[in-house]
């Protein structure tokens, strides 16, 4: 195992290379343009509409995204314009951020990441994490559609950025049954929820997200973000849990007792029950994925 002083090493090496990660994929020109006006209090559902329209594939991720079971509305959204009248301008955005994130740093599927399955578990992981805000009112649930969402960014960017580590940390898991925590720190001196923690805040998220991404898997350790690290610890469980979007880094995933608590499961036989609930929902969600292919 790697001592405190290599650890710190390879960690402070690590973090400088991702200081000078500048060369970030653009965001697509019409995501771009959403966002700036979603951002202005100003703007009119018209102007919006009409720079959304430019670019049909965000059109209809956008549509899928407002009917699949995530929202549960009643009626059948088929344009922008009642997109926005019945999720608001608040939502639209979390929606068209996540695309934009996930369109940015798409890459090629390789032996050692599968991308579809990459972006499948978080999607389904930030759509549960709404839902479970939701239902368990726990509060911003568009927060924790996000959260749940950027939670294994890490991943994403030690695969683009850091592709020869990436491959070393695979072989470590599967040449030596470590866990990929363990084999992250042994290669890079931190693991992925440090890195996603380290980009999100130098993109400025606010810090309730940086620090729910950084502690989804010790949420008792997330201080003013504990609830809403505990609400994206479980969504991830979840997945793992029904096996459907589950992610080979959660294999062998453990629900954290603090999380569980915290969202008011008295016993894990609660907590089960409460997701074998969700089970259609996942299927359906999963269906209304079928953009990210």
């Known amino acids: 195992m790697i001592n405190l002083v290599e650890r710190q090493s390879k960690?402070?090496?690590?973090?400088?290379?991702?200081?000078?990660?500048?060369?970030?994929?653009?965001?697509?020109?019409?995501?771009?343009?959403?966002?700036?006006?979603?951002?202005?209090k100003n703007t009119r559902t018209n102007d919006l509409t009409k720079v959304i329209i430019k670019d049909q594939s965000l059109v209809a991720k956008i549509l899928t995204i407002a009917n699949s079971p995530l929202y549960g509305l009643q009626r059948k959204v088929t344009s922008i314009d009642f997109a926005l009248l019945v999720l608001g301008f608040s939502e639209i955005k979390n929606i068209v951020s996540v695309l934009s994130m996930m369109e940015s740093f798409?890459?090629?599927?390789?032996?050692?990441?599968?991308?579809?399955?990459?972006?499948?578990?978080?999607?389904?992981?930030?759509?549960?994490?709404?839902?479970?805000?939701?239902?368990?009112?726990?509060?911003?649930?568009?927060?924790?559609?996000?959260?749940?969402?950027?939670?294994?960014?890490?991943?994403?960017?030690?695969?683009?950025?850091?592709?020869?580590?990436?491959?070393?940390?695979?072989?470590?898991?599967?040449?030596?049954?470590?866990?990929?925590?363990?084999?992250?720190?042994?290669?890079?001196?931190?693991?992925?929820?440090?890195?996603?923690?380290?980009?999100?805040?130098?993109?400025?998220?606010?810090?309730?997200?940086?620090?729910?991404?950084?502690?989804?898997?010790?949420p008792e350790k997330g201080g003013d973000s504990t609830l809403l690290a505990s609400v994206v610890h479980f969504g991830d469980y979840m997945t793992q849990y029904l096996q459907i979007g589950n992610f080979e880094w959660d294999t062998n995933l453990q629900l954290n007792e603090v999380a569980r608590k915290i969202l008011g499961f008295e016993t894990e036989e609660a907590a089960a029950k409460f997701i074998d609930s969700y089970k259609e929902l996942f299927e359906s969600q999963k269906e209304a994925a079928r953009f990210l292919s």
């Open 106 to 218: 798409k890459n090629k599927t390789d032996n050692y990441l599968d991308q579809k399955k990459f972006w499948l578990h978080s999607f389904l992981t930030g759509s549960v994490c709404k839902r479970v805000a939701d239902d368990l009112q726990t509060g911003n649930g568009g927060e924790a559609f996000i959260a749940g969402f950027l939670h294994d960014m890490g991943i994403s960017v030690m695969h683009r950025f850091f592709h020869s580590n990436f491959v070393q940390v695979v072989n470590l898991v599967n040449n030596e049954g470590i866990s990929y925590a363990e084999a992250e720190i042994e290669i890079f001196g931190l693991d992925h929820q440090e890195m996603g923690y380290f980009l999100v805040d130098r993109w400025n998220f606010p810090k309730t997200l940086s620090s729910a991404i950084s502690h989804h898997h010790n």
């Open 11 to 40: 960690r402070e090496k690590t973090e400088l290379v991702l200081m000078n990660i500048y060369n970030l994929p653009p965001i697509p020109k019409v995501m771009q343009e959403t966002i700036q006006l979603l951002e202005n």
